[in-house]
């Protein structure tokens, strides 16, 4: 029996101290609980672009249904993703690209394969990849439609809207907004 009550005393004593936790303390173990819950809810909004054709690489990932602006990273849907990189999942048909031209502003090619969203350059079009295979070549000229956007990338060798044309706004998945 002694040793019972020895026993029940010893956790007693110990349940005291994990409650008598200085301020200090109880910050400590605040910010671990709020990390462990933060880093259950992250995986699912951070994402990593391998892609070369993008000035960023880590992205944190919003509902798209506010306001689209002109230079917003956007995740979106796409299928013709041939001459695409798939990265680590060949089933992945998502993209990020960033808007170039948003429904309203007008869009124009040149016969130098010019892209230009009112006067300003959003890039030129290559007649081949890296890989020597014939690019397909999206022209347009006027105002892009509604719900559409014209997507470009950074690089020059960007395989962007300059090939596959606009993205429709239904085929929109994410904001992107860079982290770093």
């Known amino acids: 029996m002694e040793t019972r009550s020895v026993s029940s005393n010893c ?4 349940e005291t101290k994990i409650l008598r936790l200085n301020n ?5 173990v605040i910010v671990v609980l709020a990390a462990l819950l933060v880093g259950a809810w992250l995986p699912e909004r951070i994402i990593v672009s391998t892609s070369p054709s ?4 880590i992205f944190f990932l919003t509902k798209a249904n506010s306001e689209i602006k ?8 796409h299928k013709d993703s041939g001459f695409v990189q798939k990265g ?7 993209m990020i690209k960033k808007v170039g031209c948003r429904p309203g502003e007008i869009l124009s090619t040149d016969v130098e394969r010019n892209y230009f969203c009112g006067q300003k350059l959003l890039g030129v079009a290559l007649n081949e990849d890296s890989k020597g295979r014939s690019l397909p070549l999206f ?3 006027g105002p ?3 719900d559409c956007y014209f997507m470009v990338g950074a690089n020059p060798r960007s395989f962007d809207s300059k ?3 606009f993205v429709h706004a239904d085929d929109i998945i994410y904001k992107a907004l860079p982290i770093w």
């Open 88 to 94: 680590l999942d060949p089933a992945n048909d998502r």
């Open 24 to 28: 200090r303390e109880k910050t400590l």
């Open 54 to 57: 993008l000035k960023h690489r």
């Open 163 to 165: 090939y596959f044309g």
């Open 144 to 146: 892009v439609p509604e």
């Open 11 to 14: 956790s007693q004593q110990f």
């Open 70 to 77: 002109l230079g917003d990273y956007l995740v979106f849907r």
């Open 139 to 141: 022209q347009f000229f």
